[in-house]
């Protein structure tokens, strides 16, 4: 497929608008193929707590199928939760995921912006995590990035809570599909983006729309934000905060566990886009992309937070 069609105007609409064309028109790609052929783990098989209690938009069952297929095909064993979180609940799993938690059922309904998680999950989760749980946080472009905010406080990380745009790292001149390359330095040498050896070394990662997020000065960044990069509230709006040099994927130490945090969720995911009408003409949005290594991002994070990568 012409990558002039994956990245377009309807493309960008069903980023931004949310509801409509994105909670519609979005779905798991069923060509994806999550096949790992030397996979990380054959004995001893991490568990990975998938968070599906707090109005996720992404679920292992929905829009974040190939992810959880992935990681699966690469040794761990995926488990949805739909309970709040206590000790008990987390009490047995490696690494606990989170992709787009909302504080309301449907993310254009009112409230979908309050917190998704009750003060007491978020003191449970930062336990957990400081005991040697480890965590992977993605909030997306509002309101997601206000639905997590009080869980990503617990380890200082700070969310724009709008909508990111570059202008200057847009791919074919879109400034909602974010380039992260070794080659425009956005794209930073860290033990997630090098992998175990030079065949899991990240190039290029693609990233639609999202959010900017900074974290603690302990954590390391891998995915930079450049210097032109603007926050809007909404997409529409005639002003824009400066957060160059801020970041959209972030990874931390936090005492015997480990976080990383993405401000845009669709990089991990495979989806494909249009209606039945569209045919043939279905854009791919996220691993399925062609000419990028978000593939090989998302199984280096999962082995950085499950302890093969330090």
Known sequence: MNLKLVIGPLLFAALVLGG?????????????????????????????????AHNNFHTSGGRYKPFADLIS????????????FTKETLGSFKVLVIANALGAEEMDDEGADQPAFTEDECDVVRDWIRS?????????HAPFGAAAQDLAKRFEVEMSKGFVFDGEHGEQGNPSVLVFSRENKLLL????????????????VLAFTGQAIKG????????????????????????????????????LKFGKGRVVVLGEAAMLSAQVLGSQAAGSH???????????????LALNIMHWLSGLLK
Do not use: C
């Not at 064309?21 to 998938?50: C, H, I, K």
């Not at 040697?132 to 997306?140: M, P, S, V």
């Open 20 to 52: 409509g064309v994105a909670s519609t028109q979005q779905m798991a790609d069923p060509e994806f193929n999550a096949v790992v052929e030397r996979p990380a783990y054959t004995r001893s098989y991490p568990r990975v707590l998938f968070d599906e």
């Open 73 to 84: 095909s690469d040794g761990y064993r995926v488990v949805a939760n739909r309970k709040p």
């Open 132 to 140: 040697g749980g480890a965590l992977l946080l993605i909030a997306d």
């Open 189 to 204: 040498d860290t033990p997630i983006t090098n992998g175990r050896n030079d065949s899991e070394k990240t190039n290029r």
């Open 216 to 251: 603690p000065e302990t954590s390391l960044v891998f995915l930079r934000l450049g210097e032109q990069a603007r926050d809007k509230a909404n997409p529409s709006a005639e002003s824009a905060t400066a957060v160059g040099g801020q970041a959209q994927g972030l990874a």
């Open 282 to 296: 279905k854009m791919r949005m996220g691993m399925n992309v062609p000419g990028n290594d978000n593939r090989q």
